[in-house]
């Protein structure tokens, strides 16, 4: 089994309409992730998942310069990420087509992590 990261990605607008839910719908929401992620690691694929804060800090070059991020110019942001095991992409993206992200025209980056020995 390989492991492969699943990216979530949305735009700042459709966060922002979560963060204006209601408890009641936010709980809904949380409630469909919860499914899906309990439904991977039912298989026994789940390495680990997480939701991201919007706010953060970019830290670039070799100055090490640190400025606000994610970049606020841009309309698109990661919310969150999923570390999964899969015997192959074309199954990682298979077990990616459950996610939530979809209903809200979101979009996930399936990614196989490069392992070094």
């Known amino acids: 089994m390989e492991k492969y990261l699943l990216l979530f990605r949305n735009t ?13 719908d936010m709980q809904a929401e949380l409630d469909k992730w919860n499914s899906w992620i309990g439904g991977i690691a039912a298989q ?6 997480e939701a991201l804060e919007q706010e953060g800090k970019v830290v670039t070059g070799s100055k090490h310069v640190v400025t606000d991020g994610p970049f606020v110019e841009s309309k ?3 919310s969150g990420y999923l570390v999964l095991q899969a015997a192959s992409i ?7 087509k ?3 992200i979809y209903e809200i025209e979101g979009r996930v980056e399936v990614r196989p992590i490069q392992v070094f020995n």
């Open 12 to 24: 700042t607008e459709t966060e922002s309409a979560y963060q204006g839910m209601s408890p009641e």
């Open 44 to 49: 026994g694929k789940l390495v680990g998942a």
């Open 76 to 78: 698109e942001l990661v």
């Open 90 to 96: 074309e199954e990682a993206i298979e077990l990616s």
């Open 98 to 100: 459950g996610c939530p």
